[in-house]
C-alpha cells in the first residue's frame, strides 16, 4: 500500500548536474526516515545520503559538498541535487523511507524501483 517512485535520473557529463525526485503514496501516517542510496553493477549497495524527520542530515564522504539532500514533508517527497559529477557516482540510485502507515502501525522500511546515473567522461 506504499509505494516510491524515483525520477530524475539520465546521462550527463561530468561536472554537471541532476536532481532527484522520490514521492511516497499510499496510506502512509507518517514518515520519519527517507534516503538515498546507490548501487554500482557489481558493487555493494551504500547510503548516500539521508535524512530524517527533525531535518538532520548525513552524506557520503565521498559525495560530500557535492550532493544536497532536501525533504518536502507536505508532499511525501525527498529531493537529491546532485552537482559536480564524476564518472564514479555511475549507479543506479534508490529510495528509502520508513513510513508509518497509521498510528497504532509499527514502521516498516519500503523501497523505489531506482533511477539510473550515468556520468560520462
Known amino acids: 500500500q506504499v509505494q516510491l517512485v524515483e525520477s530524475g535520473g539520465g546521462l550527463v557529463q561530468a561536472g554537471g548536474s541532476l536532481r532527484l525526485s522520490c514521492a511516497a503514496s499510499g496510506r502512509i501516517f507518517s514518515i520519519n526516515y527517507m534516503g538515498w542510496y546507490r548501487q554500482a553493477p557489481g558493487k555493494q549497495r551504500e547510503v548516500v545520503a539521508a535524512?530524517?524527520?527533525?531535518?538532520?542530515?548525513n552524506y557520503a564522504d565521498s559525495v560530500k559538498g557535492r550532493f544536497t539532500i532536501s525533504r518536502d514533508n507536505s508532499k511525501n517527497t525527498v529531493y537529491l541535487q546532485l552537482n559536480s559529477l564524476k564518472p564514479e557516482d555511475t549507479a543506479v540510485y534508490y529510495c528509502?523511507?520508513?513510513?508509518?502507515?497509521?498510528?497504532?502501525?509499527?514502521?516498516?522500511?519500503?523501497w523505489g524501483q531506482g533511477t539510473q546515473v550515468t556520468v560520462s567522461s
Open positions: 528509502n523511507a520508513r513510513v508509518r502507515q497509521t498510528p497504532l502501525s509499527n514502521d516498516y522500511d519500503y
Open positions: 535524512e530524517i524527520s527533525d531535518g538532520s542530515t
